[in-house]
């Protein structure tokens, strides 16, 4: 009787160990294979940590199929990095690692005869006419075609299918080519640079041969060619024989910018990893990855934990943008991560941005960071002309929101044949349903947030928890029948440019009209195909998309951002106006003439709208970086959030009471502020509060933190609780 042996697993789930499952000495998988386990009636993928003898008290649940060969080491440290730094279990940051499931199967090309077939075929009785059929198709290697199986008849396929039962036939696999010689596969076809890109591309590569290398900002207008240069990095770094890693903020710049990419590199070994992508193709893009087969991986945020074992280069596209952010646990921000990556496996790190987040603006300014600058446009054509008009008064409010000053810019394109774009951050006909008698509002029953009014399928909406209802026919306070809808959503904006620009194809672009799957994809088309005269939408539309005939570009409503309390909005409300500034008169046209701008606000005095004019980002940035330091916020300190959530407000101020005294008592340097009601104090039923801790360094800020999660995992306290590091989210 031989000694039990044991694999360690880390599975994806908060349980703050790992689990022990038998296997065979003889079948014991690596360290850090991905294998598939059960805990309690479910199955999970796992990643084995340790294999040997096992002399515990408990029977052991047998090990179950491996998946994937093992993981590099710099990957499991990432998830170590991710596990401490973010303050999650591991089992829950090796899940970030790990496939759905296997290699698929593979492709079967044609099947040949066994020993066993051969043997039988040999003593096949004359009776069976369909097998002797059958047998009239296979070749003199003893092969049977694909095609000969998918021509036959259902008799005969019924014969087939007994054969390959009875283990007649084994499946021949289909060869695969692995493609063009590296130096092939990293041929670029991109247009000619100009001097500016080139001395771009020359630094680029000057940083990439420092060792170790250190990431680089590029910071470049829109439209001053980012992609074609980091393109011509990607294409440099595939001739070598390494792959890239290419991330993108949102899934829809994912389409757009795969086309440009087969475009530029089209012999190269493209795959693509995110959440629209079936789950069949990703699970294929995953292993084409972990073997090699790929060698470029574009995805959103999750596929910064791709396995990529000679990863060569990491690219962060619009490093800038909050959807790095992942708002679920583990809340890791996929821009540090993808720094971190590329400091364990030594490899280059390009942050590309024309509006560069203030953290990478220090690391720029403390010369942690390279740092290449693209202050004119690629295609040769001008700047856009920005030009602020008012926001507020009588003619506006009566047009849905749309000053008459852009209605008549909008008429001078559709003279030209042009396009118009018009950003108004908020879905929705209008944010509130008012009764001007008794200022009632329509409420959500589940939160304290105002439903949003729906023309379209005329529904009030929780744009929080997803409650819907029908709007009352009087005002339920004071039984008036006058309720008005107040403020600008797209919905109404669409509908006020269809009224006053009659001659106009308008279309929407928010999450409610761009629900399918390939909804932003025919979106796009039509914007190239030129069906569309004006495009109305939300944030969606800023980032990422050239339209060559796109001349001009509204934004309402953007005074909003000003007084918002997170710190963060000046420097988010900078790059939303940059983003969707850069998509007008991206291309020189016949003319000379420079797209247009036009912002509707009261305020055209403030430092964003200034900033937005004049282009000095680099004083913006500066003077928003000595103000944070003045004030001891992110990124002169660092920050964490504990938030708790639960149906009764005793148990969320009873938790609140113990994890404050627990921080206060292990924070050696730094701030715990009182916990408070969240900004958005109840959300689905949920009663919502928060505990904000800052420190001057990350090691008090880690040490106490830690303290605290250890703690709670103990207690086991009757509420929902996460710690989010370094938080983008206060509401």
């Known amino acids: 009787m031989h000694a039990l042996t044991s694999a360690t697993v880390e599975v994806p789930l908060a349980l703050g160990r790992a689990l022990d499952y038998a296997v065979e000495p003889e ?149 695969t080519e692995d493609g063009a010689p590296p130096a092939e596969r990293g041929r670029a076809r991109l247009p000619a640079f100009t001097p500016a890109q080139q001395a771009a591309l020359d630094i680029l590569a000057e940083e990439a041969g420092r060792s170790p290398p250190r990431p680089v900002l590029l910071h470049g207008v829109t439209g001053s060619g980012k992609t074609a240069i980091f393109l011509a990095r990607a294409a440099e770094t595939i001739a070598a024989g390494r792959q890239v890693l290419l991330l993108v903020p949102e899934i829809n710049l994912t389409p757009q910018l795969t086309d440009w990419v087969r475009t530029a590199l089209p012999a190269a070994r493209i795959a693509l990893l995110h959440s629209r992508v079936a789950p069949g193709e990703r699970n294929r893009a995953w292993h084409a990855a972990h073997t090699g087969k790929a060698d470029l991986v574009i995805g959103t945020r999750l596929s ?79 700047l856009p002309a920005i030009r602020l008009i008012p926001a507020r008064g009588q003619r506006q409010q009566r047009q849905g929101g749309v000053a008459l000053g852009l209605v008549d810019a909008i008429r001078e394109r559709l003279a030209r044949d042009e396009q118009s774009l018009i950003l108004v951050n908020r879905r929705g006909y209008a944010p509130a349903l008012y009764c001007p008698h008794c200022a009632w509002t329509a409420a959500c029953r589940h939160c304290d947030a105002k439903l949003t009014w729906h023309q379209v399928d005329r ?30 959503g797209t919905q109404r904006v669409e509908a006020a440019l269809r009224e006053l620009l009659p001659e106009a194809r308008v279309a929407r672009a928010d999450s409610d009209a761009l629900s399918g799957r390939q909804a932003w994809e025919a979106l796009v088309r039509r914007m190239q195909r030129r069906e569309i005269d004006v495009l109305v939408g939300t944030q969606m539309l800023a980032k990422g998309h050239d339209f060559p005939l796109l001349t001009l570009v509204g934004v309402l409503e953007a005074d909003r951002a000003l007084f918002s309390t997170d710190f963060r909005a000046q420097e988010d409300l900078l790059a939303l106006l940059t983003q969707v500034a850069g998509r007008a008169g991206r291309h020189l046209s016949s003319d000379g003439r420079a797209g247009e701008v036009i912002v509707q ?44 959530e639960g149906k009764r407000e005793e148990d969320v101020k009873a938790f609140f009471d113990y994890a404050a005294g627990v921080v206060r008592g292990a924070l050696s340097e730094g701030q715990v502020y009182a916990p408070q009601a969240a900004p958005l104090a109840r959300k689905a039923g949920e009663t919502r509060w928060l ?38 989210d206060f509401g």
């Open 27 to 175: 079948a014991a998988p690596p360290v850090g294979s991905v294998v598939r386990v059960t805990v309690g009636r479910r199955s999970y993928p796992g990643v084995v940590t340790a294999v040997g003898p096992y002399d515990g008290p408990h029977r052991l649940k047998p090990l179950g199929p491996v998946l994937a060969s093992p993981l590099a080491n710099s990957l499991l440290a990432l998830a170590d990095f991710v596990a401490d730094y973010y303050q999650v279990t591991r089992g829950v940051a090796y899940g970030l690692l790990v496939p759905a499931a296997g290699s698929p199967a593979v492709e079967v090309a044609a099947w040949r005869l066994t020993e066993v077939g051969q043997a039988a075929l040999a003593a096949l009785p004359d009776r069976r006419r369909l097998a002797r059929e059958l047998a009239g198709h296979i070749n003199r290697e003893g092969v049977l075609s694909l095609a000969s199986i998918e021509t036959a008849g259902d008799g005969l396929r019924r014969e087939f299918a007994s054969w390959r039962k009875a283990g007649w036939l084994a499946p021949v696999a289909a060869v």
């Open 304 to 382: 910064v934990f791709a396995s990529l074992p000679r990863l060569g280069l990491v690219i962060v596209d619009e490093e800038h943008d909050g959807s790095y952010k992942q708002d679920e646990s583990p809340r890791y921000h996929a821009r540090d991560v993808a720094v971190m990556r590329g400091r364990l496996e030594g490899v280059p790190v390009v942050l590309a941005s024309a509006t560069p987040c203030l953290e990478s603006w220090q690391n720029m300014r403390l010369d942690r960071y390279g740092y290449v600058h693209l202050a004119e446009r690629a295609t040769q054509a001008p």
């Open 459 to 488: 529904r009030l909406r929780c744009h929080h928890c997803g409650w819907q209802e029908a709007p009352p026919s009087h005002c339920p306070a004071c039984g008036h029948a006058e309720l008005a809808a107040v403020g600008v």
């Open 601 to 644: 606000t009261d305020f055209p005095e403030h430092e964003v709208y200034r900033t937005l004019i004049s282009g000095d980002f680099a004083g913006f940035a500066d003077a928003l970086l000595e103000r944070r330091r003045a004030l001891g916020l992110p990124p002169a300190t660092r920050m964490a959030l504990v938030r708790a």
């Open 691 to 728: 505990m904000v801790v800052v420190a001057p360094r990350v090691k008090p800020l880690q040490a106490a933190l830690s303290t605290l999660a250890r703690a709670l995992r103990l207690n086991r306290p009757r509420v929902k609780w996460v710690i989010d590091i370094d938080p983008y």
